[in-house]
Nanobody, 125 residues
Framework: QVQLVESGGASVQAGGSLRLSCAAS????????MAWFRQAPGQERHYVAA????????DYADSVKGRFTISRDNAENTGYLQMNTLKPEDTAVYYC??????????????????WGQGTQVTVSS
C-alpha cells in the first residue's frame, strides 16, 4: 500500500504561481509512476500531468503545457507540480495519484492504484 498526501493548495490571483507537493508513504520501495489530476465543482476528474519513476518521462494535458511542470524527488518520496501563470480555469481540487509500474502512466484515472485526498487551488481574476 502507498499513501499519498497532497499539500500546497491556496488561493492566488491570476498570473500567480503555486507548487503542489505529494508526499508518499508506505510501500515506497516499489517503483511507481505518479500523476496529477484535477476536479472542478460539477465536473469530472481531468488529467493534468504524469511522470515516470525515473523522472525522465513526463506528459502534460494541452491545457497546462508550458505553464505547469511535474517533477519528483524519489529520495524524499515526494512528487511536485509547479504551476505558473495560473488562470481562473485552473481552479479545482488537485489530486495526486500513483500506479505500481515504473513507466510513464496513462491519462486514464482508472489505471491508478492510489489517490490522495486532494488540495484546493483557487485562482481569482
Amino acid at each position: 500500500q502507498v499513501q499519498l498526501v497532497e499539500s500546497g493548495g491556496a488561493s492566488v490571483q491570476a498570473g500567480g504561481s503555486l507548487r503542489l507537493s505529494c508526499a508518499a508513504s508506505g510501500r515506497t520501495s516499489s517503483r511507481f509512476g505518479m500523476a496529477w489530476f484535477r476536479q472542478a465543482p460539477g465536473q469530472e476528474r481531468h488529467y493534468v500531468a504524469a511522470i515516470s519513476w525515473s523522472g525522465r518521462m513526463t506528459d502534460y494535458a494541452d491545457s497546462v503545457k508550458g505553464r505547469f511542470t511535474i517533477s519528483r524527488d524519489n529520495a524524499e518520496n515526494t512528487g511536485y507540480l509547479q504551476m505558473n501563470t495560473l488562470k481562473p480555469e485552473d481552479t479545482a481540487v488537485y489530486y495526486c495519484a500513483a500506479v505500481q509500474r515504473p513507466y510513464l502512466p496513462s491519462r486514464s484515472p482508472g489505471e491508478y492504484d492510489y489517490w490522495g485526498q486532494g488540495t484546493q487551488v483557487t485562482v481569482s481574476s
